[in-house]
DNA sequence: CTGAAAGCGCTTACAG
DNA sequence: CTGAAAGCGCTTACAG
C-alpha cells in the first residue's frame, strides 16, 4: 500500500534540458515538435520508464475516459455478459470500467452511485437492484454532466437512454408457443412487481390469453417465484390443485424452471406430456437437462455491445418509438424438448 | 460526452466567505473545525450538489484508492464469481475495481496492464491469458509502487502474491477416490501445459497413480482438451482404443466433462457402471445432468475474498510454505453418481 | 479555529 | 518549434 517515486515529464524534460511543455507535446503526438526532439523524449520517456498520470491528466483535461457500471450482482450470467459486452466496447475506445455490485439492495445501490459521480466518471451504467423503490438518487446525474443510461431493470419514469429486452413480446411468444402446443392451462410463475421487467413479462402473458380467447385463472398465477426454492415451492403448490395446470411459464428465470422440472419429475408427472415448462434467459444448463428446457435468449453479450455504442454515439435509440430513448434487443424464442408435446 | 461545470469547494468557501481549505477539512471531517462552521458548510454543499472530485483529491494525496483485475473472461463463471468476492471486500474499503479482460490473448492483456499503470492504480490482480509465454509485462509493476497479486493462472517465476487453488492435491484427491472406487485405467483430459494449473492437475492425476501402483498408460492422456467440443473428441478416440479407459478426469473443466458424458450417453456406455467421469470447477449444471457429475469446488468467491484482503492486509500468506508469498485456497472434491461405482 | 500558499502531474493557450 | 505561465480541484504543512 506504499507508493513510491515515479518519473514525471519534468523528469524527462530536465534530463533532456527541454521544458515540460515540450515533453507533453511530444508524448500526445502534437504536431509542434520536431522529428529530433520528440524522438529523444519517448527513447529518454522509455529509459526512465515514464508512465502518463493519468489522474493529472484527466484533472487537467476536465474528463475522465471512464465508465461506471451498476449491477445487482457480477457473478450472474445475464449481467456478467451483458458487462463482458459493454467491456469489449469501451476497451476499443480506451476507456476505462469501473464495477459495482449493489447486492440487490437499494442502500447500496444509492452508495455505488455516489462513488461513481465522485469519480466523474462520464457515463453511468445501471441495471436497478430488486428492491427497487425510488428513483431518486438516479435523478441529478445528468445535471452533473454524467451521461445515464439504464438498461434490463430500469426506473420507468425517468427520461433517460434505456437499452429493453422485449420482455412482453418474448413472452407473449412463449405463451403463444405453449397454446399452439395444446397446453391449456398455463400458471405463471411472476417475479417482484416493483420490476418493469416482471411486469412486462406478465403482460405478455396475459396479452396471449387474451389473444387466444383463454380466460385468466387466478389461481395459476403465483407471485415472487424468482429463485429454484420458491419456483419448486410455487410449483408444489400448483400441481396439488384440484385442477392443477398443464404448462408453466417460469417468468422469472431458468432456475426457477429447473425447480419446476425438479418437483414435476418427483412427483412422477412427465415432461412435456402431462406438464409444459418454459423458464428465462437461456442459461447454459437449460440445453442439458433432461428434457432439455424451452426458453427465451436474452441476447446479453450485443446487449451489453449495444449499451457501449449508444455512448459513443454508434448506435440510436429507436425511431418511432414510442419512447425514443429506448433501444429494443429482440429476445429469441429457444424451443426445446420440454414444450414440445406435437411432434 | 459533453461535461459541465460542477460546484467546487471553492464555490462553497466563497458563498459563505471562507477560504478554500476550511471548506476541504469541513468535509473530510478534520479536527479543526468549528462545530457550527462545519454544518454550514455541509448545508450548503448539500445546497449546491457539491460532489468531491476524487481525479482531484487522488492526485494530491498522491494515490488512487483504486484496484485493477485483469481476467481472461469477465462471463466465465470462475472469474465472474472470483470478481465478486474480490469486489465485496474493496466496496467496504471505498476502493474502486477497474476491470479488463484479456479475452485469452496475450498482446490484449500487455494493453490492459498498461491502461492500469497510467491509472495510477495502486494494487493490479490478475490471472494470466491462456497463451501465456512471457511474464515481462509483469516485472516492473511493483517498481512503480503498484501492488501485484496473482491469482489461479500465475507466473510461475515471478515474486509476487498469489492466491492459487491447490491444484495437484485437489487432482490427487479425485484420482484417488475414482481408485478406491475401482477404476483401474484412469485417463487424463489435460489442458494447455503452460498454464500452471494444468501442470499441476496433471502432476496430481500421475502422484495419485503413481501412489496406488499404477502405471502411466501413455496413450490415455489426452492433450487440450479444454472445450466441451474437443473434450467430446478427445472422449471418443479414448473409447474407441482397442483397450478403453474405465474412467476420465477432464481436469481442464465441467465443460469437457461434459462433452465426455455426452458421447459415452450416445456410444452407450454407463455412467458411471462402465465409465467413471469427474469434472473441475463445480459448474451449476454439474448437479442436475443425469448422473451429477463428480467435481471440484475451487470456493471462488472466497478466493475473490483472500485476494483482496490480502492487499488490505488482513489476510497473510501461508506461513511455513515453500514459498511464503502464497496463499493456497483448498479446492474440495464433490463427489456424484458420476464416479460412484460402490454404492 | 481560519487563512494564504504551495503543489500533486499534467495540458494548453499565449508569446516569441 | 520551444518556453513560461496558468490552472484543473483538491489537500496540507505553516502561520497566526
Redesign the pocket.
Known amino acids: 500500500m506504499k507508493s513510491q517515486?515515479?518519473?514525471?515529464?519534468?523528469?524527462?524534460?530536465k534530463k533532456l534540458?527541454?521544458?515540460?511543455?515540450?515533453?507533453?507535446?511530444?508524448?500526445?503526438n502534437?504536431?509542434?515538435?520536431?522529428?529530433?526532439?520528440?524522438e529523444l523524449i519517448f527513447k529518454t520517456a522509455k529509459e526512465l520508464n515514464?508512465?502518463?498520470?493519468s489522474?493529472?491528466?484527466n484533472?487537467?483535461?476536465?474528463h475522465n475516459q471512464t465508465i461506471g457500471v451498476v449491477v445487482p450482482r457480477i457473478n450472474q450470467n445475464f449481467f456478467a455478459n451483458v458487462i463482458a459486452g459493454i467491456e469489449e466496447i469501451t476497451y476499443q475506445k480506451g476507456y476505462n470500467l469501473i464495477i459495482c455490485q449493489s447486492n440487490e439492495s437499494h442502500a447500496r445501490e444509492v452508495k455505488c452511485i455516489n462513488t461513481l459521480t465522485n469519480q466523474h466518471v462520464s457515463c453511468i451504467i445501471i441495471s436497478v437492484s430488486a428492491d427497487f423503490e425510488d428513483d431518486s438518487h438516479l435523478k441529478n446525474i445528468k445535471e452533473q454532466g454524467i451521461q445515464l443510461i439504464q438498461f434490463d431493470r430500469v426506473a420507468d419514469q425517468l427520461d433517460t437512454l434505456k437499452v429493453l429486452n422485449d420482455n412482453e413480446q418474448a413472452s407473449m411468444e412463449a405463451v403463444t408457443h405453449m397454446i399452439e402446443q395444446g397446453y391449456q392451462r398455463i400458471a405463471l410463475l411472476e417475479g417482484p412487481q416493483n420490476l418493469n421487467i416482471f411486469r412486462q413479462r406478465k403482460a405478455g402473458y396475459l396479452a396471449a390469453l387474451k389473444k387466444h380467447g383463454i380466460a385468466l385463472i387466478p389461481e395459476l398465477v403465483m407471485e415472487n417465484a424468482w429463485t429454484k426454492e420458491l419456483g419448486a415451492e410455487a410449483t408444489r403448490k400448483l400441481l396439488n390443485l384440484p385442477n392443477p395446470p398443464d404448462a408453466i411459464f417460469a417468468s422469472t428465470s431458468d432456475f426457477s424452471a429447473l425447480g419446476v422440472l425438479e418437483i414435476a419429475t418427483k412427483m412422477g408427472i412427465r415432461v412435456p406430456e402431462d406438464l409444459g415448462i418454459c423458464g428465462y434467459s437461456n442459461e447454459a444448463f437449460t440445453e442439458i437437462t433432461s428434457p432439455a428446457i424451452t426458453t427465451i435468449d436474452q441476447h446479453s453479450v450485443q446487449m451489453g455491445k449495444t449499451i457501449a455504442k449508444l455512448y459513443f454515439d454508434e448506435a440510436q435509440p429507436n425511431e418511432g418509438n414510442p419512447s425514443a430513448n429506448t433501444v429494443n434487443i429482440q429476445p429469441e424464442l429457444i424451443i426445446r424438448e420440454s414444450t414440445l408435446r406435437k411432434k
Chains 1, 2 share one sequence.
Open positions: 517515486k515515479r518519473t514525471t515529464i519534468y523528469d524527462i524534460a534540458n527541454l521544458n515540460a511543455s515540450s515533453v507533453s507535446r511530444a508524448l500526445n502534437s504536431s509542434n515538435v520536431s522529428e529530433a526532439t520528440r515514464y508512465k502518463q498520470n489522474l493529472a491528466s484533472l487537467r483535461k476536465g
